[in-house]
């Protein structure tokens, strides 16, 4: 929008609004228009610059932790037989949504994308195989995102695995093609988890 309609502070937040995922400018227009109305946007400031305070990455899943390890690690009720691996952390909040899941995960921070200039070595794939080689979990369960960069990606962990003695398996169908894990409904992904398959 032209900065003589707005204030350049107004169209800087939008810019910065319309960069996030799945806000377009319209959106983003919407949210800085609301925050400009409401008596009290600080809150939403001071927790949005104090977000990374304290985060880190999980030693062993590389999730985000506030700790060397998580929670989910730590639990002693979690078995260490079973490790499901995501792209995102936000895929562990949509599988334990299904309360099905009693495994670990590990988190790969992203995919495998020639096309955006990132490989293997970009995402934390190596961590995956080391910890496998370390720990020897009967099963590794691929629940990358159905699409052509989730599917690259658990292509290229199976083959690094096909000489190991792990079981490899991916969540069965019922999740839409080209979708993201996170907008699945509880009981699409709760089958899928289910009734995963042999890679």
Do not use: W
């Not at 083959?159 to 907008?183: F, I, M, N």
């Amino acid at each position: 929008m032209s900065s003589e309609i707005l204030p350049e502070s107004v169209n800087n937040l939008i810019e910065e609004f319309s960069k996030l995922p799945s806000i377009g400018p319209k959106t983003a227009e919407r949210l800085v228009f609301y925050l400009l109305k409401t008596e009290d946007n600080k809150t939403l400031g001071e927790a949005t610059l104090k977000l990374k305070d304290g985060i880190t990455k999980c030693d062993t899943c590389k999730n985000f932790a506030t700790k060397k390890i998580c929670g989910i690690c730590e639990n002693p009720n979690r078995t260490d037989e079973l490790i499901c691996v995501v792209s995102q952390p936000l895929d562990i909040v949509a599988i334990e949504k299904t309360g099905l899941y009693k495994g670990k995960y590990h988190v790969l921070h992203g995919f495998i994308s020639p096309i955006d200039g990132i490989g293997p070595d970009d995402i934390e794939i190596q961590s995956l195989l080391d910890r496998i080689d370390r720990t020897k979990p009967e099963e590794i369960i691929l629940a990358t995102n159905p699409n052509l960069e989730g599917e690259t990606t658990a292509l290229y962990i199976v083959r690094q695995l096909q000489d190991s003695p792990v079981k490899v398996t991916k969540l069965a169908h019922g999740l839409p093609l080209g979708g993201d894990l996170e907008y699945a409904d509880q009981m699409t992904l709760g089958r899928a988890l289910d009734n995963r398959q042999v890679f």
